[in-house]
């Protein structure tokens, strides 16, 4: 019998970026085997590697889907994918995939531009 202390749970890992509110629109699409949903939404916080909003649908832990977002300060939407890792009620959490440099500067900007408050 092994008389040593349970482990404490282990604490979740830190970001690799910091997250900022955010207020920006987006539109969602999720590939399904039933068809294509189309969602819109608006964004809580952002960061340089993900997204956190509130959609008008239900997005799965672990579906792949394509995102506009538009972004402040840019002309175009970023259009990305993400890969949905949490989900409370219509609260989403998005971890961006495979970003082009120019997306990710881009992000950087946004993020820069957030964090100063303007």
């Excluded at 949905?84 to 440099?101: D, I, N, P, V």
Aim: charged content about 20%; overall charge positive; hydrophobic content about 35%.
């Amino acid at each position: 019998m092994d008389d040593s202390p349970p482990h404490p749970p282990a604490a979740p890992s830190p970001r690799r970026f910091s997250r900022y509110p955010a207020d920006i629109r987006i539109s969602v699409q999720v590939f399904r085997p039933s068809g294509t949903a189309s969602l819109w939404g608006r964004s809580t916080e952002l960061g340089e590697d993900g997204v956190g909003a509130t959609l008008t649908g239900e997005v799965q832990p672990g579906e792949v889907v394509s995102m506009e977002l538009a972004l402040p300060a840019t002309v175009s939407p970023l259009k990305v994918r993400a890969l949905a890792r949490y989900r409370t009620g219509l609260r989403h959490g998005f971890e961006f995939l495979a970003l082009t440099s120019q997306q990710r500067d881009a992000l950087r900007r946004v993020c820069e531009l957030l964090a100063s408050g303007a």
